[in-house]
């Protein structure tokens, strides 16, 4: 009976270097472009209930995309630096403990791989063998889950956050643009919707109708329900 060899250089994919932190980068993407698409249009079709005017409608749009793209970036950049804040803090504090306490910090970290599953043997050798390599490094991964080499940068999270949302947002103003038929711009946020659906079911692993499903019929609900005020309004006006 004969096994396949493993290839020597194959690695489980979890094995790749920030191949996690570009995942959440990816998703973090698709989650932004989703809400300029769902957003923008929602804002556009309550214009358009409300009024006639293409002019006023595509400025409307603009400026929504404008403004939701701004709060996006702000929201990620407030949110991104307490979280590098509060890693920071635990770094400082974990390199006092390392210093004062050696010993017991050894101790810790054989303990946090032994609570994954390590023999207790093996998790003190491999806790020594670390902290004689990068102590600090180690701690951080084991016991935090902290990449104390790159830590989260809220700047990279505010640009990418502004630009995912005002590619979504670009969408339905593009649909508009081009035709001013509403029924044009539902089409084409619907797509869009089933597009982000389907980029975020296939980076989260999960069911791919369900994720379409769920994205486009909540898009559209949005979008039902600010034309509805928007025509509530022009008719009051």
Same mark, same amino acid.
């Given at each position: 009976?004969? #096994? ?13 270097? &920030? ?10 993407? @698709? ?12 804002? @556009? ?36 630096? #307490? ?96 035709? #001013?038929?509403?029924?044009?711009? @539902? ?8 597009? #982000? ?6 980076? &989260? ?33």
């Amino acid at each position: 009976m004969t #096994t396949l060899a493993r290839k020597p250089d194959a690695r489980p994919e979890a094995a790749h270097p &920030g191949l996690l932190g570009r995942l959440n980068w990816l998703r973090a993407g @698709v989650l932004g472009a989703n809400d300029g698409i769902v957003s923008t249009a929602a804002l @556009v079709l309550g214009f358009a209930g409300a009024t006639t005017s293409r002019t006023a409608i595509l400025f409307a749009g603009l400026v929504g995309l404008l403004a939701g793209a701004m709060s996006m970036a702000a929201g990620e950049y407030v949110s991104v630096s #307490t979280q590098r804040d509060s890693e920071r803090a635990v770094l400082v504090r974990q390199r006092r403990l390392l210093a004062e306490h050696p010993g017991a910090e050894m101790q810790a970290l054989a303990q946090a791989y032994e609570a994954k599953g390590i023999d207790r043997a093996l998790a003190a050798r491999v806790a020594e063998q670390l902290t004689a390599h990068d102590a600090l490094s180690a701690h951080a991964e084991a016991r935090f889950g902290i990449d104390a080499d790159a830590l989260t940068n809220p700047w990279h999270a505010a640009y990418a956050s502004f630009i995912a949302f005002g590619i979504g947002a670009l969408i339905p103003l593009a649909g508009f643009a081009v035709d #001013t038929t509403i029924w044009v711009t @539902v089409l084409v946020v619907a797509v869009a919707l089933a597009g #982000t659906g389907a980029a975020s079911a296939r980076l &989260g692993g999960a069911s791919l109708p369900r994720a379409i499903a769920r994205n486009v019929g909540g898009g559209l609900a949005a979008m039902g329900v600010t034309y509805a005020l928007g025509a509530l309004v022009g008719l009051t006006l």
